[in-house]
T-cell receptor, first 112, second 115 residues
Framework: EAQVTQNPRYLITVTGKKLTVTCSQN?????MSWYRQDPGLGLRQIYY???????DKGDVPEGYKVSRKEKRNFPLILESPSPNQTSLYFC???????????FGPGTRLTVL | SQKIEQNSEALNIQEGKTATLTCNYT??????LQWYRQDPGRGPVFLLL?????KEKRKERLKVTFDTTLKQSLFHITASQPADSATYLC??????????????FGTGTQLKVEL
């Protein structure tokens, strides 16, 4: 089954404790991206990647890192999480840049 | 400034009626526009894509129109069912000044179809 998976689905952590949210797709898509979704603000892009070893900032990259060492994986790293990073996070992939996106199930992160 | 507007208030309609959702934008020249459905606690699911040179696109009970003069897209669900209740997001393909393009999402409109 074609899908994008994310782990963990739910995470409660404390300020400053480094964490990684994993994302994996099995559709051989070149393009992957991370979004955060907040009430009233909609989906905002954090980072995207057009291919292996190619990543670029989206609209709200501050406080986040990503890597794309393999085509299928695109982890999101929060080196020092802060409460304003409490949000619902989605990973997405697509055949091409700005193509129709396949979204993962979401990761609900709470930073205390 | 660039803006994508979708009705923030929920749209309540009766089963069997046609639901019409609006997506308005300013200061964009999108190459195409997409609509997604999102259920609570889940990721958005792609529904339809319409290009700038297309006036209308259909898929089963769904219809999308795209008016680049009015800077507006309308999303219609005919013969609506309670299972159509969800939040619907529009997304514009934006051409970046430095080259490349990306999708920018509206905040979505919640649709409730009542029996």
């Amino acid at each position: 089954e074609a899908q994008v998976t994310q782990n963990p689905r739910y995470l409660i952590t404390v300020t400053g404790k480094k964490l990684t949210v994993t994302c994996s797709q099995n559709m051989n898509h070149e393009y992957m991206s991370w979004y955060r979704q907040d009430p009233g603000l909609g989906l905002r892009q954090i980072y995207y990647s057009m291919n292996v070893e190619v990543t670029d900032k989206g609209d709200v990259p501050e406080g986040y890192k990503v890597s794309r060492k393999e085509k299928r994986n695109f982890p999101l790293i929060l080196e020092s999480p802060s409460p304003n990073q409490t949000s619902l996070y989605f990973c997405a992939s697509s055949v091409r840049l700005a193509g129709d996106l396949y979204f993962g199930p979401g990761t609900r992160l709470t930073v205390l | 400034s660039q803006k994508i507007e979708q009705n923030s208030e929920a749209l309540n309609i009766q089963e069997g009626k046609t639901a019409t959702l609006t997506c308005n934008y300013t200061n964009y020249s999108p190459a195409y526009l997409q609509w997604y459905r999102q259920d609570p606690g889940r990721g958005p699911v792609f529904l339809l894509l319409i290009r700038e040179n297309e006036k209308e696109k259909r898929k089963e009970r769904l219809k999308v129109t795209f008016d680049t003069t009015l800077k507006q897209s309308l999303f219609h669900i005919t013969a609506s069912q309670p299972a159509d209740s969800a939040t619907y997001l529009c997304a514009l393909d934006i051409i970046l000044t430095g080259g490349g393009n990306k999708l920018t999402f509206g905040t979505g409109t919640q649709l409730k179809v009542e029996l």
